[in-house]
């Protein structure tokens, strides 16, 4: 089974010219040796201008090896020069402590292209509580990209976050203006206090007269109390054809009693459509695609 280094590398050496694969060979090869803060600076720095931003054509082969080299890891989306920064970082972080410190500093001078690289790579690396803070601190951020590389597609916050950097994550989403289904562990970290947010959040868009997103139920419906509760009732009961069978399906699989209740009160087709099994998440996301 390959390494996530060993991916990365074999994925960026195919997308590049000669000449870029000569400089990125020569890279690594100084790095994985002693080398100076400045070599890894540099290195890092150079990245785009030697190898392009193209997208890195990944097959289905490739996103399976990745899964298989480190559970939840999926480099869908990553372009080469991020796959490089990465595999820099990884051929580097064998020395340990010295990289450890060399990277936190790396971190304060990073633009965005360069922090959308280092917070994707936040599985990938050694001592991964070591990273936590940044973590949780660059969810704050108001810039979507650098937002998504941290909550999308990434293992580190279910595995890190507590409840409430968790909770905090996937409000955000809404409030940046991207989705939530590409967040891993969505299904698992479910919470009653994740529920009443989104709850309170929903109130506050009705109450504003905008629009609330439609897979937002899907972090309500499992653990709801008696305010969220009312908010999926009115959710099951909307006109839109995406939010009743988002609500009705959260409804449908909640833990709790009076919300699989609320599953009678949606139309006669989306109750034909959950029994027959053709109302699930992915179905959803088929039928009304949201853009991440």
Partial sequence: MSTPLELLNAWVARAVDAAG???????RARLAGEHTERDLFVGVGLVARKLGKAPLALTPEDTAAATA???????????????????????ASAHGEPF???FERLWRTADVGEQVAFYRGLPLYPAPERHLWR?????????????????????YPAEHFDETAWNQMCLKAL???TTLHP???????HNRALARMMADYAFERWAASRPVAWELWRCVGPEPDERALSALARAVASDDPATT??????????????ATELVARASDQVRDELARGAL??????ARFPVST
């Fill in 21 to 27: 694969a000569a400089w990125f060979t020569d890279t």
């Fill in 69 to 91: 080299a480190r559970p939840g890891w999926d480099p869908t989306g990553l372009t080469v020069d991020q796959a490089a920064r990465l595999a820099l970082l990884l051929t």
């Fill in 100 to 102: 450890l410190a060399a």
């Fill in 135 to 155: 973590a949780t601190d660059g969810c704050r951020t108001a810039i979507r990209l650098v937002f998504e590389a941290i909550a999308h597609r990434n293992p």
């Fill in 175 to 177: 409030f940046v203006g």
């Fill in 183 to 189: 967040i891993v562990g969505l299904d698992t970290r």
């Fill in 245 to 258: 069978r988002s609500a009705t399906l959260a409804a449908a699989t909640s833990r709790v009693p009076a």
């Fill in 280 to 285: 699930s998440w992915p179905a959803l996301f």
